[in-house]
């Protein structure tokens, strides 16, 4: 259920805005690494870049635009570390990007500040809708990254675009939304959108039950869909993890970027009385997910809070200097974005909306 407005990939990535979109909209800001437009007084920012880190293809260039600017010894040693540090924390958990010289160097910071000067300028009671890792990956699989087209934040610029539709302003406050794409394993199951504070600790709740209540019988529509595909979808990974370790032991991978799912996945499925005691790769096929009831619903701080986001961006500094009221990380289900993406953006407008 493609969203008209925006043309996305096969694999969901930004390509370009419709044709007869683009005339109903401001442009502020076409570049090959991300694109802005204002609609309705809501500010859209859809990053083009990859977000593996030396994943560089022309002017299109390979920058985590949801990470630390890095100095230029941090993107240097990134650099001589690629590609084996695609799949390590110390790098790709926090810096943005990687740069063989000075002059790459300051390219792609003057990328990345401009990205961030046209979501933070002031504005007042604007609303801004952000898909910080919607841009394609052109890197091509190998023993580091067997499918890199999955970090892609899939269909995430097409439902941003609609909720820069949709909102209509009724809260006056100014609002940041980055807006990403959960890969719909068990660790993210049932959250259909997992609503980070990034550390403000603001009160939710009331906006998160009104939500649940109000959308409930339209995110059970998709339920038996969502659920076989949370199953295949977590079978997949840990077969994946284990060809690639050889160990569904976490703490023996904790340096690897795969040690945070595998270690989500383990902790859900216990959680869920799936045992997971002498796991082995023989026995993933018939795991029974029998036992699992729960309905998909919107979760507050479920896996992805955005705190280390938060610091990695000093978005604190940003909140004391007034460049916003609040800020909200919305991490939704691959499945939803693709099959029901009116349904994502309503309900993350609503929520918007009802912020006081």
């Given at each position: 259920m493609p969203v008209n407005e925006i043309i996305e990939s096969e694999y969901g990535a930004f390509?370009?805005?419709d044709l007869d979109f683009r005339q109903k909209?401001?442009?502020?800001?076409?570049?090959d690494n991300y694109i802005v437009f204002e609609i309705n007084n809501n500010r859209v920012v859809i990053a083009k870049t990859s977000r593996l880190a030396g994943d560089d293809k022309g002017e299109i260039y390979g920058i985590n635009l949801y990470r630390k600017l890095p100095t230029y010894e941090e993107a240097n040693r990134y650099w001589k570390r690629l590609p084996n540090a695609l799949n390590e924390k110390e790098y790709v958990s926090k810096l943005a990007f990687a740069a063989q010289d000075m002059h790459g160097y300051e390219i792609k910071k003057q990328v990345f500040k401009a990205f961030y000067e046209y979501i933070f300028e002031q504005r007042?009671?604007?609303?801004?809708f952000v898909a910080p890792h919607s841009g394609d990956i052109r890197y091509e699989p190998d023993s580091i990254k067997q499918n890199?087209?999955?970090?892609?934040?899939?269909?995430?610029?097409?439902?941003?675009?609609?909720?820069g539709i949709k909102c209509r302003q009724?809260?006056?406050?100014?609002?940041?939304?980055?807006?990403?794409?959960s890969s719909d394993q068990i660790k993210s199951f049932p959250?259909?959108?997992?609503i980070g504070d990034m550390d403000f600790q603001n009160d939710y709740s009331e906006n998160i039950k009104h939500l649940n209540f109000k959308y409930s019988s339209k995110l059970d529509y998709y339920s038996i869909e969502y659920f076989d595909q949370v199953k295949a979808k977590t079978i997949r990974k840990l077969k994946s993890i284990y060809a690639k370790y050889k160990t569904f032991d976490f703490n023996k991978i904790m340096g690897e970027t795969d040690s945070f799912h595998l270690k989500y996945m383990l902790m859900r499925l216990d959680q869920y009385g799936i045992s997971t005691e002498n796991l082995s790769v023989e026995k993933l096929d018939s795991l029974s997910f029998d036992s699992i009831k729960d309905k998909p619903g919107?979760?507050?701080?479920?896996?992805?809070?955005?705190?280390?986001?938060?610091?990695?961006?000093?978005?604190?500094?940003?909140?004391a200097q007034g460049k916003f009221d609040y800020c909200v990380q919305f991490e939704?289900?691959?499945?939803?974005?693709?099959?029901?993406?009116?349904?994502?953006?309503?309900?993350?407008?609503?929520f918007v909306e009802n912020l006081k």
């Amino acid at each position: 259920m493609p969203v008209n407005e925006i043309i996305e990939s096969e694999y969901g990535a930004f390509v370009s805005l419709d044709l007869d979109f683009r005339q109903k909209i401001q442009i502020i800001s076409d570049t090959d690494n991300y694109i802005v437009f204002e609609i309705n007084n809501n500010r859209v920012v859809i990053a083009k870049t990859s977000r593996l880190a030396g994943d560089d293809k022309g002017e299109i260039y390979g920058i985590n635009l949801y990470r630390k600017l890095p100095t230029y010894e941090e993107a240097n040693r990134y650099w001589k570390r690629l590609p084996n540090a695609l799949n390590e924390k110390e790098y790709v958990s926090k810096l943005a990007f990687a740069a063989q010289d000075m002059h790459g160097y300051e390219i792609k910071k003057q990328v990345f500040k401009a990205f961030y000067e046209y979501i933070f300028e002031q504005r007042n009671g604007s609303i801004v809708f952000v898909a910080p890792h919607s841009g394609d990956i052109r890197y091509e699989p190998d023993s580091i990254k067997q499918n890199p087209k999955g970090d892609i934040d899939k269909w995430s610029a097409g439902v941003s675009a609609l909720c820069g539709i949709k909102c209509r302003q009724k809260t006056d406050k100014r609002v940041i939304c980055f807006i990403h794409t959960s890969s719909d394993q068990i660790k993210s199951f049932p959250a259909v959108i997992d609503i980070g504070d990034m550390d403000f600790q603001n009160d939710y709740s009331e906006n998160i039950k009104h939500l649940n209540f109000k959308y409930s019988s339209k995110l059970d529509y998709y339920s038996i869909e969502y659920f076989d595909q949370v199953k295949a979808k977590t079978i997949r990974k840990l077969k994946s993890i284990y060809a690639k370790y050889k160990t569904f032991d976490f703490n023996k991978i904790m340096g690897e970027t795969d040690s945070f799912h595998l270690k989500y996945m383990l902790m859900r499925l216990d959680q869920y009385g799936i045992s997971t005691e002498n796991l082995s790769v023989e026995k993933l096929d018939s795991l029974s997910f029998d036992s699992i009831k729960d309905k998909p619903g919107i979760i507050l701080n479920y896996v992805f809070q955005g705190k280390n986001i938060t610091a990695l961006l000093n978005l604190k500094e940003k909140y004391a200097q007034g460049k916003f009221d609040y800020c909200v990380q919305f991490e939704c289900s691959q499945y939803y974005l693709k099959n029901a993406p009116d349904l994502i953006s309503d309900i993350i407008v609503d929520f918007v909306e009802n912020l006081k």
